[in-house]
């Protein structure tokens, strides 16, 4: 079974840096796309980023594109997200999520992603 474990969240003020990290419980992990997902209370969860299983490829929400960064590494099981000029807007409950298929190209739908963590919470504070 694998298990994905969030950490990192945390408040922090409009235009600070926080980093998020995912470790995996799976061998399997550096063949894995990896993504980062976020709901904000009362909203629908909403792709972040997508890193495929070698980082050649990634994907961006164009509400973060240029602030946030998506990166791994295959030897620790683990994947970042560097979250910077943070804003208000921000404010979510943040999923590390995997799906088991090796792609050239990162989905950015949830549906594609079978294993999910149990989030880890961001606030930014204006």
């Known amino acids: 079974q694998v298990q994905l474990v969030e950490s990192g969240g945390g408040l922090v003020q409009a235009g600070g840096s926080l980093r998020l990290s995912c470790t995996a419980s799976?061998?399997?992990?550096?063949?894995?796309?990896m993504g980062w997902f976020r709901q904000a209370p009362g909203k629908e969860r909403e792709f972040v980023a997508a890193?495929?299983?070698?980082?050649?490829?990634?994907n961006y929400a164009d509400s973060v594109k240029d602030r946030f960064t998506i990166s791994r590494d295959n030897a620790k099981n683990t994947v970042y997200l560097q979250m910077d000029s943070l804003k208000p807007e921000d404010t979510a409950d943040y999923y590390c999520?995997?799906?088991?298929?090796?792609?050239?190209?990162?989905?950015?739908?949830?549906?594609?992603?079978?294993?999910w963590g149990q989030g880890t919470q961001v606030t930014v504070s204006s």
């Open positions: 890193i495929t299983w070698n980082g050649g490829n990634r």
């Open positions: 999520a995997a799906d088991a298929r090796p792609r050239r190209v990162p989905s950015v739908a949830a549906y594609d992603y079978v294993y």
């Open positions: 799976v061998r399997a992990f550096s063949t894995f796309t």
